[in-house]
């Protein structure tokens, strides 16, 4: 009978734990676990400290906030972030990722919270560019699995090099090894702030959004984060833009 007893009671255990929905998960372990890449200013980076910080950061403490729990950050190459999402590394992705199509056959999306866009990055001085076609036959950097790397591969005869941060692309054309970078232009504005050898040599090529990636099946977490975002868009949200950008 003990037996029997102790049997059901770790049968119990296991279905409540098993069937915990994931908003109850990260509560009782006391975390909100976001995956970053630490290499975008202003919305994620690294700094005198060592810490991460940015638009972005802050935005997932004010979500770690309303769960009532603490945030952690996984600083992570950007094209590895999916993939450690879809195996449970993280709850969430926050990163600056554009929300496109192709990626949401593989994650869900939360309610877009940042229009961004395409711009290409010259050596000051060289000839305005008005589209990536005018670059055809010349070497240009991205990172990897940006929307920048998305558009630079659809367009015809760049010759791309390919590179896990952002900053290397952009040391890239300065050292002359490439013509141009292809980047977000909120990125841009940030990094040419502390660069005067390099310039925006292109209007915004691309109009896009960005938004919070959750692994599918979670839906609960989904919905709980657009919450946030709905209730964020007032005076919290405009105080975050105004520090930031």
Avoid: C
Wanted: hydrophobic share 45%.
């Amino acid at each position: 009978m003990k037996k029997f007893l102790l049997v059901s009671f770790l049968i119990s255990i296991l279905l409540v734990s098993g069937f915990a929905g994931i908003l109850d998960t990260i509560k009782q372990r006391g975390t909100l676990i976001i995956g970053t890449n630490a290499t975008f200013p202003p919305f994620e980076f690294v700094n005198e400290k060592n810490q991460a910080v940015g638009f972005d950061i802050d935005l997932a403490k004010v979500i770690a906030d309303a769960l009532g729990v603490e945030l952690k950050v996984e600083d992570v190459q950007f094209d590895g972030l999916i993939p450690a999402l879809q195996v449970g590394k993280f709850d969430m992705v926050i990163a600056g990722m554009t929300i496109t199509e192709e990626r949401r056959k593989e994650v869900l999306f939360s309610d877009p919270y940042f229009d961004a866009g395409q711009v290409i990055v010259v050596r000051k001085g060289s000839p305005k560019i008005n589209s990536l076609e005018e670059l055809n036959g010349k070497k240009v950097a991205v990172q990897t699995g940006t929307t920048g790397d998305i558009m630079a591969t659809e367009a015809e005869g760049l010759k791309i090099t390919r590179f896990a941060h952002f900053t290397e692309a952009f040391l890239e054309l300065n050292l002359r090894r490439v013509e141009a970078v292809v980047v977000d232009s909120s990125t841009a504005d940030a990094y040419l702030g502390y660069s005067s050898a390099l310039e925006i040599g292109s209007p915004v090529l691309s109009a896009e959004s960005y938004g919070i990636a959750i692994k599918k099946g979670n839906e609960e977490l989904l919905e709980f984060v657009n919450g946030v975002l709905e209730d964020l868009h007032t005076s919290p949200y405009d105080k975050m833009i105004e520090q930031w950008f």
